[in-house]
């Protein structure tokens, strides 16, 4: 069982940053594939990014280059670290593990609750 707990949401201005973190419990985080999920207003949850237990990252086509997803297994903790912020970034960010990699949602073992991220125009 893991559990998954996000933190860092907020409030920021267009062009802006954050850093999200998701702090995970267990002793076997470091073999879990993460990944980064999002849900706007009345949109679908799509994914935003992942990372394989060995570090290879991936990003949907909205946030490269702008964000970046890394994993700390000392900490049991990942992150998103998300520049140049737009409005339309706007959504509850959900940190998501995997035993096995996925890009779905589908494929996903554990979930956070979320975290609210509002960027302002």
């Known amino acids: 069982q893991v559990q998954l707990v996000e933190s860092g949401g907020g409030l920021v201005q267009a062009g802006g940053s954050l850093r999200l973190s998701c702090a995970a419990s267990g002793r076997t985080f470091s073999s879990y594939a993460m990944a980064w999920f999002r849900q706007a207003p009345g949109k679908e949850r799509e994914i935003v990014a992942a990372?394989?237990?060995?570090?290879?990252?991936y990003y949907s086509d909205s946030v490269k280059g702008r964000f970046t997803i890394s994993r700390d297994n000392t900490k049991n903790t990942v992150y998103l670290q998300m520049n140049s912020l737009k409005p339309e970034d706007t959504a509850v960010y959900y940190c998501?593990?995997?035993?096995?990699?996925?890009?779905?949602?589908?494929?996903?073992?554990?979930w956070g609750k979320g975290t609210l991220v509002t960027v302002s125009s």
């Open positions: 998501a593990a995997a035993s096995r990699f996925s890009w779905s949602d589908d494929g996903m073992d554990y």
């Open positions: 990372i394989r237990s060995a570090g290879i990252t």
